[in-house]
Nanobody, 116 residues
């Protein structure tokens, strides 16, 4: 089993920045990919960014150039640096881990609210 705990969400004005963190514990040797997903009210959960064991990364078109995913292997933490936030970025952000994107393990989610 893998446990994922997110932190770092909050309220920010448009144009501002936030950094989300996701701490992984448990059977982390089984994780090849860790990513971030988000779900806005009334919408389906959508992919935001993923980082693979070899540090390759992929981003949704909507966040390219604004968001950066990174991984600290020493403390098993994945980060999502979010810059130039817009109101469209308002959502609950979920950390995910598994053998690939949309893996088996999910965190509890952290709310990000961007005000205009």
């Amino acid at each position: 089993q893998v446990q994922l705990v997110e932190s770092g969400g909050g309220l920010v004005q448009a144009g501002g920045s936030l950094r989300l963190s996701c701490a992984a514990s448990g059977s982390i040797f089984s994780i090849n990919a860790m990513g971030w997903y988000r779900q806005a009210p009334g919408k389906q959960r959508e992919f935001v960014a993923v980082i693979f064991r070899g540090s390759n990364t992929h981003y949704a078109d909507s966040v390219k150039g604004r968001f950066t995913i990174s991984r600290n292997f020493a403390n098993n933490t994945v980060y999502l640096q979010m810059n130039n936030l817009t109101t469209d970025d308002t959502a609950v952000y979920y950390c995910n881990g598994g053998s690939g994107p949309f893996g088996d393990y999910w965190g509890q989610g952290t709310q990000v609210t961007v005000s205009s």
